[in-house]
C-alpha cells in the first residue's frame, strides 16, 4: 500500500491489477473432506484449533494412516508382459495405536452427573458406530471434554453403554462383535503356562525313595540341577502336594507289609 502511495506521490502510472479468478471447483472439491482436518468454515484458522480438535484431528489421521490401502489388480493383456506376479501375503501383525494423553478431573473435585448432558451425542455416536467399546468411547469423550471426568468414570458408562446396546437389539437393531484397540503387539491373556513334573515324577519317586528324609524344597533343588531352566520356585507348591501324597502312600503300604508279616507269623504253628 506505502509503495501504491509514494508512486501516486511521483505522477507515476499504476499498473492495472487484474485479479485472478478464483477456482471454485477446487473449492467446492475441498469442502467433502474439510471435516477430517477439524475445519467448520473456510476461514477457519490451526493456530485457533481448541485443544480437543487437535487431539481429534491428530487421532483421525491416525486412523486414516492404519486404514489398508486397496490396490487395483493390474490385468494381463498380452503374453508379452510375461507370467503374472504374485502380491505378497498380508502380513498378520496389526497395527498398533497410540493411546492419546487424556486429561482428567481434579482428584477429590465431585463430578455430578457426568453423561447426563452430554447422552445424547453418546447415544448419536454408539448409533454410528454400535460396535466401539466402552473404554474407546471414553477416550473420545475425555478428549472432547479435557478435565470433566475421573478415570473410575469408565465403569458408569459402561454400565450405561451396556444398557443401551440392550434396548437396541430389542428394537431390531444388528449389533456387530465388539473390535478392541491394539496399543502394542504383546499377547493377550497369560503367559506361557510352566513346565509340569509329570514328565519326571517317576524319577523324583525314585530319589524319594533313596532319599525319603528329604523334604520337597530339596527334591526342587535337586532336579533343578539335572535339567537346569525347566523348573522354577513355582513349582515348589505342586511338589509339596506330591510329596504329601506320595508319603501317605508309602506309609500305608508299610503298614499293609507289616500286616501280612504278623498274619504270616501267627499263621505258623508252634513247636
Same mark, same amino acid.
Given at each position: 500500500?506505502q509503495?501504491h502511495l !509514494?508512486?501516486?506521490?511521483?505522477? @507515476?502510472?499504476?499498473?492495472?491489477?487484474t485479479?485472478e479468478p478464483?477456482? /471454485? #471447483?477446487? &473449492?467446492?472439491a475441498s /469442502?467433502?473432506g474439510?471435516?477430517r482436518?477439524? @475445519?467448520?468454515?473456510?476461514t477457519f484458522?490451526?493456530d485457533t484449533?481448541p485443544?480437543?480438535?487437535?487431539? *481429534?484431528?491428530?487421532?483421525?489421521?491416525t486412523?486414516?494412516r492404519?486404514?489398508?490401502?486397496k490396490?487395483?489388480?493390474?490385468v494381463?493383456?498380452?503374453?508379452?508382459?510375461?507370467?503374472?506376479t +504374485?502380491?505378497?501375503?498380508? #502380513?498378520s501383525?496389526k497395527? !498398533?495405536i497410540?493411546?492419546?494423553a487424556?486429561?482428567y478431573a481434579t482428584p477429590?473435585k465431585?463430578?455430578?452427573?457426568?453423561f447426563?448432558?452430554?447422552w445424547?451425542?453418546?447415544c448419536r455416536? /454408539?448409533?454410528?458406530?454400535?460396535?466401539?467399546t466402552s473404554?474407546?468411547?471414553?477416550? @473420545?469423550?475425555?478428549?472432547? &471434554?479435557p $478435565?470433566r471426568?475421573?478415570?473410575k468414570?469408565?465403569?458408569?458408562?459402561?454400565?450405561r453403554?451396556k444398557?443401551?446396546r440392550?434396548?437396541?437389539?430389542?428394537?431390531? !437393531?444388528?449389533?456387530?462383535p465388539t473390535?478392541?484397540?491394539?496399543?502394542?503387539?504383546?499377547p493377550?491373556?497369560p503367559?506361557v503356562?510352566?513346565?509340569?513334573?509329570?514328565?519326571?515324577w517317576?524319577?523324583?519317586t525314585?530319589w524319594?525313595e533313596?532319599?525319603p528324609d528329604?523334604?520337597?524344597?530339596e527334591l526342587?533343588?535337586?532336579? +533343578?540341577?539335572?535339567y537346569? $531352566?525347566?523348573y522354577?520356585?513355582?513349582h515348589?507348591s505342586? *511338589?509339596?502336594?506330591? !510329596?504329601?501324597?506320595w508319603?501317605r502312600e508309602?506309609i500305608q503300604?508299610?503298614?499293609?507289609? /507289616?500286616?501280612?508279616?504278623?498274619?504270616?507269623?501267627?499263621?505258623?504253628?508252634? $513247636?
Amino acid at each position: 500500500m506505502q509503495a501504491h502511495l !509514494v508512486a501516486l506521490a511521483d505522477g @507515476e502510472e499504476l499498473p492495472i491489477a487484474t485479479p485472478e479468478p478464483p477456482d /471454485l #471447483s477446487g &473449492f467446492i472439491a475441498s /469442502l467433502s473432506g474439510a471435516w477430517r482436518a477439524g @475445519e467448520v468454515r473456510p476461514t477457519f484458522s490451526g493456530d485457533t484449533k481448541p485443544r480437543y480438535l487437535r487431539s *481429534l484431528q491428530a487421532m483421525v489421521q491416525t486412523d486414516l494412516r492404519n486404514m489398508p490401502n486397496k490396490a487395483v489388480p493390474l490385468v494381463n493383456t498380452g503374453s508379452s508382459l510375461g507370467p503374472p506376479t +504374485q502380491s505378497p501375503p498380508l #502380513s498378520s501383525v496389526k497395527p !498398533v495405536i497410540e493411546r492419546p494423553a487424556l486429561i482428567y478431573a481434579t482428584p477429590g473435585k465431585p463430578v455430578y452427573h457426568a453423561f447426563t448432558m452430554i447422552w445424547p451425542l453418546i447415544c448419536r455416536r /454408539l448409533e454410528g458406530c454400535p460396535s466401539i467399546t466402552s473404554a474407546q468411547l471414553f477416550d @473420545e469423550l475425555c478428549v472432547q &471434554f479435557p $478435565g470433566r471426568f475421573h478415570p473410575k468414570h469408565v465403569n458408569r458408562l459402561a454400565k450405561r453403554v451396556k444398557q443401551w446396546r440392550q434396548d437396541a437389539r430389542a428394537r431390531g !437393531v444388528v449389533i456387530p462383535p465388539t473390535k478392541y484397540r491394539h496399543f502394542s503387539n504383546k499377547p493377550r491373556g497369560p503367559g506361557v503356562a510352566p513346565y509340569s513334573c509329570t514328565a519326571h515324577w517317576q524319577e523324583m519317586t525314585q530319589w524319594l525313595e533313596e532319599h525319603p528324609d528329604q523334604t520337597a524344597v530339596e527334591l526342587l533343588t535337586e532336579f +533343578q540341577a539335572r535339567y537346569p $531352566g525347566l523348573y522354577r520356585h513355582s513349582h515348589l507348591s505342586t *511338589l509339596r502336594r506330591r !510329596v504329601q501324597v506320595w508319603r501317605r502312600e508309602a506309609i500305608q503300604r508299610l503298614i499293609c507289609k /507289616l500286616q501280612e508279616h504278623s498274619h504270616d507269623v501267627s499263621s505258623k504253628p508252634i $513247636g
